[in-house]
């Protein structure tokens, strides 16, 4: 069954601690992507990586880390210097086969900071 | 200005209604457009692309005006289960990357 797969679906997180957002894909996708939601808000780009062992900074970067190793993994962390963390945060993967560059979510994880 | 703008709604409309939403991006170099469909609490997913010449998928037609800088997606004869928000969204050049309008809330009733 192919698809993209997130963990977990809810985290709760205390101030000053990291935590780390898991993405897999079995699509053989090269390129993926984190994007964040807040209530009412369109998606906005965290981290983007084209190909394995490499990622660029997308439009809101600061306090996240990521890594890209391996083809099916695009882990993301969230480090206690993101002054607002609370969010949906969504992973995605880009089909090679579409002209358009079409993305693909996966179902999402729902990090609350207490 | 955001890059790409719509009305957040909500639009309530009753079952059997056609209804239309407008989204405007500000770069003209974009390259693709897309309508994803996003139900509360749950992540967007592809309800079409759309192309120059405008396309249909059913009660589903999107259209694109480069002039202009605007697309638009109309549903017919809406449905119970037409109820979400959905994100009108445009490509970049060659990064990929999407610019994502905060979308547009329907509420189709009984």
């Known amino acids: 069954d192919g698809g993209i797969t997130q963990s977990p679906k809810y985290l709760f997180r205390k101030e000053g601690q990291n935590v780390t957002l898991s993405c897999e894909q079995n699509?053989?996708?090269?390129?993926m992507y984190w994007y964040r939601q807040d209530p009412g808000q369109g998606l906005r780009l965290i981290y983007y990586s084209q190909i394995v062992n490499d990622f660029q900074k997308g439009d809101i970067a600061e306090g996240y880390s990521v890594s890209r190793e391996k083809k099916e993994s695009f882990p993301l962390t969230v480090t206690s210097a993101q002054k607002n963390p609370t969010a949906f945060y969504l992973c995605?993967?880009?089909?090679?086969?579409?002209?358009?560059?079409?993305?693909?979510f996966g179902p999402g994880t729902r990090l609350t900071v207490l | 200005r955001k890059e790409v703008e719509q009305d957040p709604g909500p639009f309530n409309v009753p079952e059997g209604a056609t209804v239309a939403f407008n989204c405007t991006y500000s770069?003209?170099?974009?390259?693709?457009f897309f309508w994803y469909r996003q139900d509360c609490r749950k992540e967007p997913k592809l309800l079409m692309s759309v192309y120059s010449s405008g396309n249909e998928d059913g009660r589903f037609t999107a259209q694109l005006n480069r002039a202009s800088q605007y697309i638009s997606l109309l549903i017919r004869d809406s449905k119970l289960s037409d109820s979400a928000t959905y994100l009108c969204?445009?490509?970049?050049?060659?990064?990929?990357?999407?610019?994502f309008g905060q979308g547009t809330t329907l509420q189709v009733k009984p």
């Open positions: 770069n003209s170099a974009s390259q693709s």
């Open positions: 995605a993967s880009r089909d090679p086969g579409s002209p358009q560059g079409t993305q693909y």
């Open positions: 969204v445009v490509k970049g050049q060659n990064t990929g990357k999407l610019i």
């Open positions: 699509l053989n996708h090269d390129a």
